[in-house]
């Protein structure tokens, strides 16, 4: 050992990647894109067996409905990165709309109502941080209570009636668009992106991979993994409020009903975008592609006029397909 | 006490003096003194629970002691949490070595260390910063050097520890404590590590390692100390005493 050896020369230059060609050839290459590479599968199947799945207005339909789940799905992301699991990322949704619309119904101003929304919703995300953070009570127990528990504080709130929320500027957000771009869909794209840079490019999103990953080894080098925790599932709940926004403004009232399908598909869209259950391995781009992904299989077998009594079982099948080429990521 | 006479203070970086840890009945450390010198690697052997872990958990913060005195750099120390050894200058290789398998090794080298750069009110990471130092940190190495930009995962298991010593070095810290640090580790992969334990002591670090390998304590230590159920078992220099030895105090065979 020749002591300090920190010239230039001596740094060592990292090996180049391999060839285009040759990660073609390696399962891990399409584990790694099986988000991208089943949606681009989908893209040309549906467009080919219909002739108007590629219209212009077909997809910013499919756009403006991939929103939510975009949006669901980012928050998930953060979770599961943690090797978490947030069951009640829906029903804290339900729950965020239903208190915006009894605020709005009691002639609150649309901002504060939103606002309230997103606030009870980032209430009901802390309280599940806490639980798992602090309480040490498991992720997968936590968020369950919270799912049965928010869904019922709904009902209870809305006596499980609707509540119309008729509002011009929640219009504008279900309706209005930008060139051929729907605000709902700048809205989960501004969210994806923040999602993004806050998981890839900040000390924080370092945490959140290292509690996944190895949460002793993170606790050892002074991470707090706590607080991590606590913060992934605050993240998760205030975007299942802007969620809750979202589904307001496109549905026109604030609904109690339970959204089983948006939980699932959140899940399904984060595991399709190559996020591992087991923690550590995170991505904000898969799990949009995924969610993208589902929403053009439903828009797709909608089209061709197969019965939405299939949709769920493709979804299921798409997700256990994705599952299985997981194992060979690299 | 037999062992190495005591040494002139200015020369100890580390001293430990009638040190004692109990868990509930257990007394798990028994009025341990020993102490460590500046700049030269230091042994602690014993077998299966003789109290390694709980006297290097006391020594990086982990536990705190029931009585007696830590001092560090000539000062009284008490370190409520292993941050605050950290911040004195005191970091563990722990056996797991404590790294994310799903981070690259510069994320790993950096980890609660993070370069940012400030952007108005935030702080995004300075990753080209971060990659640069991580060459240079694992360059000291020179032996053994993984890529920055690979995964952990993707290392072989010398390579692993190279990277934690490396973060552990790496840091301006003044002691480094290293828990079996080739336990896991083929012949080839032994003796590139301990090549590197070699080459931190030429730098001048102080360290302290845990091993059951009494070979590799003669090869690399200055001095050893023996530690036999919760107490001190003896100390010696390392050109002084031999592998035999070594047994009849860990066993007990030979009285301390």
């Known amino acids: ?130 639980l798992v953070a602090k309480g040490r009570v498991p992720d997968f127990v936590v968020t369950l209570g919270m799912f049965s528990a928010a869904s019922g504080a709904a009902l209870i709130l809305s006596d499980g009636q609707p509540t119309d929320v008729v509002d011009p500027a929640l219009l504008t957000l279900a309706s209005g668009s930008v060139g051929p771009i729907g605000y709902s869909v700048i809205v989960a794209a501004v969210v994806a992106v923040l999602g993004h840079i806050v998981l890839f490019r900040t000390r924080f999103g370092v945490h959140v991979l290292a509690t996944g990953g190895n949460a002793e080894g993170a606790r050892a080098m002074g991470v707090r993994i706590g607080r991590v925790r606590l913060v992934v599932y605050l993240i998760s709940g205030v975007l299942a409020g802007l969620a809750a926004i979202l589904l307001v403004s496109r549905l026109g009232a604030a609904e109690p009903a339970i959204n089983t399908t948006y939980l699932l598909n959140a899940i399904a869209a984060v595991v399709l975008g190559g996020v591992s259950l087991r923690g550590g391995r995170g991505s904000i781009a898969g799990p949009v592609l995924g969610a993208l992904l589902l929403t053009a299989l439903t828009n797709g077998l909608t089209l061709l006029g197969i019965s939405q009594f299939y949709q769920p079982l493709a979804v299921g099948i798409v997700v256990v397909l994705a599952a299985l080429l997981m194992r060979y990521q690299r | 006490m037999t062992g190495p006479t005591s040494p002139i203070s200015q020369d100890v970086l580390l001293g430990v003096e009638q040190l004692s840890k109990s868990f509930g009945n257990v007394r798990a450390l028994r009025d341990i003194s020993l102490w460590l010198p500046r700049g030269q690697i230091t042994a602690l052997v014993g077998d299966n629970g003789a109290g390694k872990s709980t006297l290097v958990r006391v020594l990086s913060g982990v536990h705190q002691p029931d009585h007696g005195r830590v001092t560090f750099a000539g000062q009284p120390v008490r370190f409520a949490d292993p941050q605050a050894a950290r911040l004195a200058g005191i970091e563990t290789v722990h056996q797991n070595l404590a790294l994310v398998d799903e981070l690259t090794v510069w994320q790993n080298l950096f980890l609660n260390r993070e370069l940012v750069r400030r952007l108005g009110p935030f702080a995004v990471l300075d990753r080209g910063a971060m990659q640069v130092k991580a060459r240079e940190m694992l360059a000291r190495l020179s032996v053994n050097v993984p890529p920055v930009r690979a995964k952990v ?41 301990e090549e590197l334990i070699a080459g931190l002591r030429a730098e001048g670090m102080t360290i302290l390692l845990i091993s059951h390998n009494f070979e590799q304590v003669l090869r690399l230590a200055d001095r050893v100390w023996v530690l036999r159920s919760g107490a001190l078992a003896g100390g010696r220099l390392t050109t002084e005493t031999t592998g035999e030895e070594l047994v009849g105090l860990v066993t007990g065979a030979i009285a301390g």
């Open chain 1, 1 to 130: 050992m020749a002591g300090l050896a920190t010239e230039a020369g001596s740094v060592p230059v990292d090996e180049p990647r391999e060839p285009l060609r040759e990660r073609v050839r390696d399962i891990g290459f399409w584990a790694d894109w099986a988000a991208a590479i089943g949606l681009l599968a989908i893209v040309l199947v549906f467009g080919i067996a219909s002739p108007s799945f590629l219209t212009l207005g077909n997809i910013e339909a499919m756009l403006v409905s991939a929103a939510i789940l975009v949006v669901l799905a980012v928050g998930q992301a953060f979770v599961i990165s943690t090797s978490g699991i947030d069951l009640s990322i829906a029903s804290v949704m339900t729950f965020g709309a239903v208190v915006l619309g009894l605020l709005y119904a009691a002639g609150w101003p649309i901002l504060f109502a939103c606002a309230g929304g997103v606030l009870a919703a980032a209430a009901a995300g802390a309280v599940n941080g806490l």
């Open chain 2, 153 to 193: 995962q993707r290392l072989s298991g010398g390579q692993r520890q190279a990277v934690a010593i490396a973060r552990a070095a790496g840091w301006g810290s003044k002691l480094v404590i290293m828990d079996e640090p080739t336990a896991a580790l083929g012949v080839q992969e032994t003796a590139r590590v």
